[in-house]
Every structure is written in structure tokens, then in C-alpha cells.
């Protein structure tokens, strides 16, 4: 067996990445635990108010489709309230071929927004505000309208949520502004019908698609429960971040390997000479490296693109 002066741990080259893998997952867990690095976000969200979300109802009635729509913003503006840094959200109608401002401007406080969208739905000129209705609601103009007040918002993530039925038509030079301007549209989609254009537009801007929702007036609301456990965990995530330092303590481990690698496995298993033992360690070092510096790259660096 070969003889060394010294212990593998007692090294620089393995006790250093050691010590450096041991703070990159103390980050990792730190970020995850107290969300920092959260960004702060712009998000707009499009509820729809054509006539087939409350069918032979009145407008907005209990228990409606509408209904179970605005139900599930306020559960989000509920959750968004517990936030330290609240989202600044405008809310905005579908129909007609209108995109009607539900809430007047861009705003983080939970009451605020709760009485302008309440007011805003008992308007009685509002339903006939959204005649005639076309055959299928344009959201060409509902992501203009939106991406309007979002690029207001210069230092946030800016985010677009259309919940809406399947009867929508959308063009790719909409989905294409919308990257131009670096909003991401996610789409709650119910009922059946052809949304090829609206999965693309999520697909393209990275943004949450889910269709074929079915919606249920005997109990329950599973857009309530999309919205707050999907949509609102995704763009208030700081996993970008926690990723960050994981990625970080993957290299960090593949340095700590070095000297193992070389000694336990290449020389004294493998038979191999100390030349060659050392050069496939730390050919692996740097191929772990480069690999999972591209992954985090891919991924996105927070201190890049924190959206």
C-alpha cells in the first residue's frame, strides 16, 4: 500500500472545498427558509367576464363561474398580503373583445384593491360595456392593454395571468411583444376547445399554462387553488437563488472529491500510478465544473435575471 506524509484531510485541496461546500448549502438552506432574494413583482391578471361565465344568471351571480374567478383573486390577495414585499397587481376583465380595468391602477395593498374590484364588478354598466360579444374574445388586446401598465414597472418581474375559457384568440406578434417587453403570460384555461396559441404563448415566455379546468358550482374552487398553490409559489419563488448556491456546493463538492478520487479509488483500487491517478481527478474537477457552471447558466444567475 502506498505510504503518505500527510492525511488526505489534512490538504488544502480537500479541506478548503469542504469548509466551501459546507457554507454554499448553509446559503442555500438560509435562501429557502427566508426567501431572500425574492424579487419584486408587477403581476396583472385577466379574469374573464363573458357571458358564458354566468349562463342564463345574472351578472356575476353566486356560485357562477365569474364567481368562483373572483373568489380565487381574492384568495390571492390574501396570500399576497402576507407577503413582506407584496406584489403590485391591476386587475383586468375578458369580454367583448375589450380588456375593461377592474382595478384602476397597479397597487400592493390588499383592501385597496379588494374594494376597487368589488365596486368595479357592481357597476351596472358594466355587462353592457362587454357587447356586443365576438365569437371568441380577442387577447391580442387584453395583453396591449396589460403590457401597458407593466412596463411601468421597470424594476419588477412583470407578470400576466389570463384566467379564461376556451372560446380566445391570440396572434403571435401579441406573444412576441410580450417577450420583447420580458413579461411572462400563464394561462388558467376552462372549458374545451382549441387554445394552441395561448400554450405557445406560455411555452415561449416560460410562463404556468393548465387547461381543460373544470369548474363546479356544487363546492370547492379549483381555480382558487390554482391560483394560490401554482401561480402564486411560482412568481414569488426565489429558487433561482436557493439553485444558485446548490450549484455552487456541486462544484465545490467536485473539488472535494480530488484527492479521494486520486488516492482511495485511482491509486489504491485502480493500481494506477500517481501521474495519471491525479490528472483523471482533477479532469473530473473541471468537467463537473464546466457542466454544472453551463446548468446554472441555462437556469438563469439571479444576479443576471432574477425574473
Known amino acids: 500500500m502506498l505510504k503518505y506524509r500527510r492525511k488526505v484531510v489534512e490538504y488544502p485541496l480537500f479541506y478548503t472545498p469542504l469548509v466551501l461546500m459546507g457554507l454554499f448549502l448553509a446559503m442555500a438552506l438560509l435562501f429557502g427558509l427566508l426567501r431572500l432574494g425574492k424579487p419584486p413583482v408587477a403581476v396583472a391578471i385577466a379574469i374573464d367576464l363573458s357571458s358564458s361565465t354566468y349562463q342564463n344568471q345574472t351578472f356575476n351571480a353566486p ?19 402576507k407577503l413582506s414585499a407584496p406584489n403590485k397587481i391591476q386587475i383586468f376583465g375578458i369580454g367583448g373583445g375589450k380588456a375593461p380595468k377592474l382595478t384602476s391602477t397597479m397597487e400592493s395593498q390588499r383592501d385597496v384593491i379588494a374594494d376597487q374590484l368589488s365596486r368595479r364588478l357592481n357597476d351596472p354598466n358594466l355587462p353592457y360595456q362587454l357587447i356586443p360579444e365576438p365569437s371568441l374574445d380577442d387577447l391580442d388586446i387584453v395583453i396591449n392593454e396589460t403590457i401597458k401598465v407593466l412596463v411601468e414597472q421597470p424594476d419588477h418581474c412583470r407578470e400576466l395571468l389570463l384566467v379564461t375559457d376556451a372560446g380566445v384568440s391570440l396572434t403571435q406578434s401579441a406573444i412576441t411583444q410580450a417577450i420583447g417587453q420580458r413579461v411572462r403570460i400563464h394561462a388558467l384555461v376552462f372549458g374545451e376547445g382549441d387554445v394552441t396559441n395561448l400554450r405557445a404563448a406560455s411555452r415561449q415566455t416560460r410562463g404556468i399554462y393548465r387547461d381543460n379546468i373544470i369548474l363546479s358550482n356544487t363546492g370547492g374552487n379549483y381555480l382558487e387553488e390554482l391560483l394560490v398553490n401554482d401561480f402564486f409559489g411560482k412568481i414569488n419563488s426565489n429558487s433561482k437563488w436557493v439553485n444558485f448556491w446548490i450549484g455552487c456546493a456541486v462544484i465545490a463538492l467536485f473539488w472535494l472529491l480530488v484527492l479521494p478520487l486520486d488516492r482511495w479509488l485511482f491509486q489504491s483500487i485502480f493500481k494506477m500510478s500517481m501521474e495519471p491517478a491525479g490528472k483523471i481527478a482533477l479532469a473530473i474537477a473541471f468537467i463537473g465544473t464546466i457542466v454544472t457552471v453551463t446548468l446554472m447558466t441555462v437556469a438563469g444567475l439571479p444576479f443576471i435575471s432574477p425574473c
Open 63 to 81: 356560485n357562477s363561474i365569474m364567481d368562483q374567478e373572483v373568489q380565487a383573486v381574492n384568495a390571492y390577495l390574501e396570500e399576497n398580503a
